[in-house]
Nanobody, 115 residues
Framework: QVTLVESGGGLVQPGGSLRLSCTASTSMYKEYDMAWYRQAPGKQRELAASIGKGGSTFYGDFVKNRFTISRDNAKNTMYLQMNSLKPEDTSVYYC?????????WGLGTQVTVSS
């Protein structure tokens, strides 16, 4: 299993931006497909964005060109740049690593969008 550590969450006003990071403790990072999920209170966890080991990306419908996922294999790190944030983006954001061995989850980072 891979240990994943998220960072970059916090409180931001509507319309603001945040960049989340997820760092993985594995020498095989480049072999993993990576993703960001989010879960708001009382709601199911949903996919925000994913990036394959080859760099292909996918976004949830709610993203609507506001988020950008990227990865730096040299740093074992994945990013999620979130712009034009809305109150409904308030959630715990989780990092996921899969596609190579058992899937792993991070503990999450809280994002709160509020004025």
């Amino acid at each position: 299993q891979v240990t994943l550590v998220e960072s970059g969450g916090g409180l931001v006003q509507p319309g603001g931006s945040l960049r989340l990071s997820c760092t993985a403790s594995t020498s095989m990072y480049k072999e993993y497909d990576m993703a960001w999920y989010r879960q708001a209170p009382g709601k199911q966890r949903e996919l925000a964005a994913s990036i394959g080991k080859g760099g292909s990306t996918f976004y949830g419908d709610f993203v609507k060109n506001r988020f950008t996922i990227s990865r730096d294999n040299a740093k074992n790190t994945m990013y999620l740049q979130m712009n034009s944030l809305k109150p409904e983006d308030t959630s715990v954001y989780y990092c996921y690593a899969g596609g190579y061995g058992a899937g792993s989850w991070g503990l999450g980072t809280q994002v709160t969008v509020s004025s």
